[in-house]
Nanobody, 126 residues
Framework: QVQLAESGGGSVQAGGSLRLSCAVS????????MAWFRQAPGKERETVAS???????YYSASVEGRFTISRDAAKSELYLQMSSLKAEDTAMYYC????????????????????WGQGTQVTVSS
């Protein structure tokens, strides 16, 4: 059974940093292509960052230069290092995985991701 579990969320002051993790289980033999999304109350879920099969990162304009997506395939973990946090970064953050056979690694289209974590809340105060 595929399971994605986010952790590392919390409450921080503007300008602070936070590191989110996503533990992946149920995939074999290797880690799927994954991405980070976020959703604020009353807003659509939006793509934050993604990784291609070659680990080339892509970022939304709103987080470029402040967030870093990475993964440790040996540990089956995905990460999102967030720095210079702003109040507008406040949201529930989700990790998601593409189907194993997908040719869309790095995609920003949320409808292409079929497995999702439960989310971890990030609250930034100013």
């Amino acid at each position: 059974q595929v399971q994605l579990a986010e952790s590392g969320g919390g409450s921080v002051q503007a300008g602070g940093s936070l590191r989110l993790s996503c533990a992946v289980s149920g995939y074999t033999p290797d880690m799927p292509c994954m991405a980070w999304f976020r959703q604020a109350p009353g807003k659509e879920r939006e793509t934050v960052a993604s990784l291609t099969r070659a680990d080339t990162p892509y970022y939304s304009a709103s987080v470029e230069g402040r967030f870093t997506i990475s993964r440790d395939a040996a540990k089956s973990e995905l990460y999102l290092q967030m720095s210079s946090l702003k109040a507008e970064d406040t949201a529930m953050y989700y990790c998601a995985a593409l189907p194993r056979s997908s040719d869309y690694c790095g995609s920003f289209r949320k409808d292409r991701y079929n497995d999702w974590g439960q989310g971890t809340q990030v609250t930034v105060s100013s």
